[in-house]
């Protein structure tokens, strides 16, 4: 007779179940026992974040004395987990057992509910795999890291690490750890959730542990200094998460949200410090969808409905409550409603930066962002743009858009001014963010050499061949004449990064790589991230007034550039030869009018309502 296969019982409202991990039995079997327990203040228990991997229930536990089914990865991270989860007090939540799965009407309940269980558990584990490629290297030198790098004050000569108490160039935890940060974990969209709501993380990777306060500082200051080009200088770029770049995310949303729910605990009369103001904070912590939505379109999810699931529980319960949880619903209605949700809770338009780059879904508003998509190479422009933001109201131009979503029609309608005409375009050059660094290098020299090449051709025919190469180096850097005042600087700067690029196409490594002298470090750092972040994916073109800009990978000549009051880039739109309305193309930078308070009074055209369609 076969073995029973675990079967599970109803759920109560209230309720979660818990796994404990026990032993193995002689067949070399996992026995766990598995409990439904009711959510209260003092039930404590530990929560598993980790990656699915395949579907395929390949291998099998015991649970409750049956046969359940789970996935290698799963089985792989319990079976690692279970020396210290045995002789734990505290049981485990884990998605994948204590929902079942085979029930969606649980499955959608329990996903509308995630924070809850997050934010409530004791601690969160980070399972990033089994120990691989010198990983334990890496974990035991996080301290180490951790200690030395906020010590850097800008991205140090690779030959004077050893001075500056870090590993010499050539020791191997440089690979290792460059190897641990680009790990599956961090390119999920769940675990970007998991991470941000827990109160206390562990990140485990084989035998070994670290705090995650430590660990995410070594991601996001071995992105500050640079040094995550020398850890991942002997690898060939997947199309994985850049793990550096992703702690920093999960830093940016805790520290967000914890600052919005004190507020919320102040203006209701607690102190965010006491308990009670604690616990006030981190219930009613939430940040607009759309930013949500922009900073993880980039992470991967099995369920093209997850891309919004996979965020609620970040947001606003009165988000929230407009979009249920379903997995019977049609991806693109559930895409619409998003997008309307979206822009009237953010008044800055924020949701309008997702479409660049993103064929749109037929028969759906070319405003309404094909969310399914994930983005690799086009990265959101900078919060520092002010296109149509003035710090304060005035008559005429406002700090909030001016919206109007309409329930029964799928148009929506905006207020600005139109600024300029696209004239002239250099498609997105590539891959800037995956493959051989050598190769990379090659790309971004030969599309910016291009790229400047156009800009010499521009129609104003009042600026200098000098003044137009600064205008070039201002707008692949998308930078603000009030962010980086000194243009002599700049351009100094922007030589700099051409240097660097062409010692990396002639394949030089390490000390032989240009770097510029320690004065001028600090600006060409700036330079280099601005042209990774702003660059990538998009084109460059010219307009009729002689400006120059980049923005999305659709544009074609003929597009109108509208100021937008209230959004912070400016946004590209396309008239419908038949009618009054316009296509939505995409969010662009256009030197020269990212900056409403400095705007030429001459570009400010009359005040109109655009319908986008």
């Not at 296969?5 to 209230?14: A, M, S, T």
């Not at 500082?217 to 992703?246: M, P």
């Not at 959004?567 to 309305?581: D, G, H, Q, Y």
Request: glycine share 6%; net charge neutral.
């Amino acid at each position: 007779m076969g073995a029973l296969e675990f079967q599970y019982d109803k759920l109560p409202r209230g309720y979660i179940r818990l796994l404990r991990v026990e032993r193995f039995d002689s067949a070399g079997r996992l026995e766990c026992s598995l409990k439904s327990n009711e959510i209260t203040d003092s039930l404590e228990f530990y929560a598993l974040s980790y990656v699915w991997g395949s579907d395929i229930t390949s291998r099998t536990i015991r649970c409750n004395s049956k046969d359940l089914p789970v996935t290698e990865s799963l089985h792989e991270a319990l079976t690692a987990l279970q020396p210290s989860l045995a002789g734990d007090t505290y049981p485990i939540w884990v998605d994948a057992i204590c929902i079942n799965q085979r029930d969606d009407a649980e499955k959608e309940r329990e996903v509308a509910h995630m924070d809850d269980i997050y934010r409530r558990a004791k601690s969160v584990l980070i399972w990033l795999g089994l120990a691989a490629r010198n990983s334990d290297i890496a974990m035991r030198y996080i301290e180490n890291f951790a200690t030395a790098l906020p010590k850097l004050k800008h991205p140090p000569r690779i030959e004077d690490l050893e001075k500056l108490g870090l590993p010499h160039k050539d020791h191997p935890v440089w690979c290792a750890i460059g190897h641990l940060y680009r790990r599956n974990w961090f390119g999920r969209l769940w675990t970007f959730q998991e991470a941000v709501l827990a109160t206390s993380l562990k990140v485990i990777c084989g035998q070994e542990t670290a705090d995650w306060e430590p660990f995410c500082q070594v991601g996001s200051e071995l992105n500050r200094t640079q040094l995550f080009l020398h850890a991942i200088s002997n690898q060939d770029l997947k199309d994985v998460e850049d793990g550096f770049r992703a702690v920093s995310y999960v830093s940016w949303a805790k520290m967000y949200r914890k600052m919005v729910g004190d507020d919320l605990a102040k203006e209701a009369g607690n102190d965010p410090n006491s308990s009670d103001g604690k616990l006030f904070s981190e219930t009613a912590a939430h940040q607009h969808f759309a930013s949500l939505l922009l900073v993880s379109q980039h992470k991967l999810c099995r369920d093209p409905r997850d891309r919004v699931y996979g965020m609620l529980s970040l947001t606003s319960r009165e988000f929230r409550s407009k979009i249920p949880v379903s997995y019977t619903k049609d991806p693109r209605k559930l895409y619409l409603e998003v997008g309307k949700a979206c822009l009237e809770q953010d008044k800055s338009l924020t949701y309008l930066q997702l479409l660049a780059g993103k064929p749109r879904l037929p028969g759906i508003p070319t405003w309404c962002s094909d969310l399914s998509i994930s983005l690799r190479e086009i990265l959101p422009f900078d919060v520092y743009l002010m296109a149509g933001c003035l710090e304060a109201d005035t008559k005429n131009h406002t700090s909030e858009a001016t919206l109007r979503t309409f329930p029964d029609k799928e148009r929506i309608e905006t207020v600005g001014f139109r600024a300029d005409i696209v004239d002239r375009i250099i498609p997105p050059g590539g891959p800037f963010r995956s493959g051989p660094i050598r190769d990379r290098a090659a790309s971004r020299h030969t599309w910016l050499k291009c790229c400047l090449e156009l800009a010499k051709t521009t129609r104003n025919k009042d600026i200098s061949k000098d003044d137009i190469y600064l205008a070039h180096i201002y707008t692949v850097t998308a930078n603000t004449v009030s962010r980086v005042p000194d243009g002599q600087a700049l351009k100094q700067a922007y030589e700099d990064v051409k240097a660097y690029q062409d010692s990396q196409i002639k394949g030089l490594a390490g000390d032989k790589l240009f770097t510029p002298p320690e004065d001028r470090m600090p600006l060409f750092t700036d330079a280099t991230t601005q042209i990774y972040r702003a660059c990538a994916g998009r084109a460059y073109f010219t307009t009729v007034g002689g400006r120059l800009g980049i923005g999305p990978p659709e544009v074609k000549s003929g597009d109108v550039v509208v100021v937008v009051y209230g959004a912070r880039p400016v946004f590209v739109l396309r008239e419908r030869s038949e009618s009054k309305a316009f296509d939505f193309v995409g969010d662009a930078f256009v030197h020269g009018l990212m900056e409403l308070i400095r705007t030429p009074a001459e570009a400010i055209g009359k005040k109109e309502t655009f319908c986008i369609v």
